[in-house]
T-cell receptor
Framework: ELKVEQNPLFLSMQEGKNYTIYCNYS?????LYWYRQDPGKSLESLFV?????AVKQEGRLMASLDTKARLSTLHITAAVHDLSATYFC?????????????FGQGTILTVHP | DTGVSQNPRHKITKRGQNVTFRCDPI?????LYWYRQTLGQGPEFLTY????????KSRLLSDRFSAERPKGSFSTLEIQRTEQGDSAMYLC???????????FGQGTRLTVV
């Protein structure tokens, strides 16, 4: 059974600083997803990583995937207040469970001046 | 709006009552998923459909829960004899078979008092 763990669970950052959120998963995952969730809102898709070594960037966020280490990272560059949200990674076991996502606990990011 | 639509957005019910939620997926998406998210946690998979067939159910889906997708379009999730532990956000997502991405609706927040 696929298990997904994120760390840290809470992250308080100053504006302008860089930081990385880590996502470890327990067994082979067909692909790795990153989502953003604002309080009381649904999930917004940020990145889908499909293969080993995949790197995707959007604005101040960059996600990468190392399937051998079963590790994905979400790197935040020069944080701004608008990035404050909860970030989830999720894996997909594939096969007959294609499309069924297993989520991490989430990382609550707060960016302050 | 052509996204995933869920109704109602909020539901407050007394313990022991039955509730039903509806999800309208993105048009022509043949896969539909239900997730449950409790406060401070990541979403947990409940069940999914391919067209009208329910292909997988989580053990989280007790006998009090039933989901249907009678014509392969919209889906309903019914909870019978609600308990306080059922209080959560219920999220619906849809995708094409073979797609790398599922799109989430805004969710239905259930409060059992």
């Amino acid at each position: 059974e696929l298990k997904v763990e994120q760390n840290p669970l809470f992250l308080s950052m100053q504006e302008g600083k860089n930081y990385t959120i880590y996502c470890n998963y327990s067994t082979t995952s067909d692909r790795l997803y990153w989502y953003r969730q604002d309080p009381g809102k649904s999930l917004e898709s940020l990145f889908v990583l499909l293969s080993n070594g995949a790197v995707k960037q959007e604005g101040r966020l960059m996600a990468s995937l190392d399937t051998k280490a079963r590790l994905s990272t979400l790197h935040i560059t020069a944080a701004v207040h608008d990035l404050s949200a909860t970030y989830f990674c999720a894996g997909n076991a594939g096969g007959t469970s294609y499309g069924k996502l297993t989520f991490g606990q989430g990382t609550i990011l707060t960016v302050h001046p | 709006d052509t996204g995933v639509s869920q109704n109602p957005r909020h539901k407050i019910t007394k313990r022991g009552q039955n509730v039903t939620f509806r999800c309208d997926p993105i048009s022509e998406h043949n896969r539909l998923y239900w997730y449950r998210q409790t406060l401070g946690q990541g979403p947990e998979f409940l069940t999914y459909f391919q067209n009208e067939a329910q292909l997988e159910k989580s053990r989280l889906l007790s006998d009090r829960f039933s989901a249907e997708r009678p014509k392969g379009s919209f889906s309903t999730l019914e909870i019978q004899r609600t308990e306080q532990g059922d209080s959560a956000m219920y999220l619906c997502a849809s995708s094409f078979t073979g797609s790398t991405e599922a799109f989430f609706g805004q969710g239905t927040r259930l409060t059992v008092v």
